[in-house]
């Protein structure tokens, strides 16, 4: 019995073979960010109290930003080459630095500017990891796991 397709693969398959291998990194890049998204949130929530609202803020984006390299190295893009673990890591942290100041600094423009998210930070967290996301996908995909 033939192995039925990933709901990723029955998206890529529709597209010219030659986008295939980076429309299926972007799918992946992109759900493995809603996650990165939830463990932003979590940490954001669970740090304010000692940290405050900014420093959660930074706090959490270092702790999803971690857990985001881990699962692009096993999933979004395994089939590239590999360098050591911690050589690609301390290399996806500064490669995403240009994301991290467009995520974070939308993040800090939302709580000086409105009420609204200082009440609800995930607003300002949601509107910063879709602010970041396609830089960093583009430069993941060429400086750390190319």
Known sequence: ???????????????????????????????????????DIAAVYALIPSLGLYGAGMAAYLIAASCNWVLHRLWTFRARAQRPA???????????????????GA????IASFVLPRHYPVLAVAAGAASGFLINFLLSRRLVFG
Not at 3 to 30: D, K, M
Not at 86 to 99: D, E, I, S
């Open 1 to 39: 019995m033939p192995a039925l397709p990933s709901p990723i693969e029955l998206v890529t398959n529709r597209l010219p073979a030659r986008h295939r291998a980076a429309a299926g990194e972007l799918l992946r890049f992109g759900l493995v960010g809603v996650f990165g998204l939830l463990v």
């Open 86 to 104: 911690h050589t690609q890591w301390l290399r996806f942290l500064m490669v995403n630095l240009a994301g991290f100041m467009v995520n974070r």
């Open 107 to 110: 993040y800090s423009a939302l």
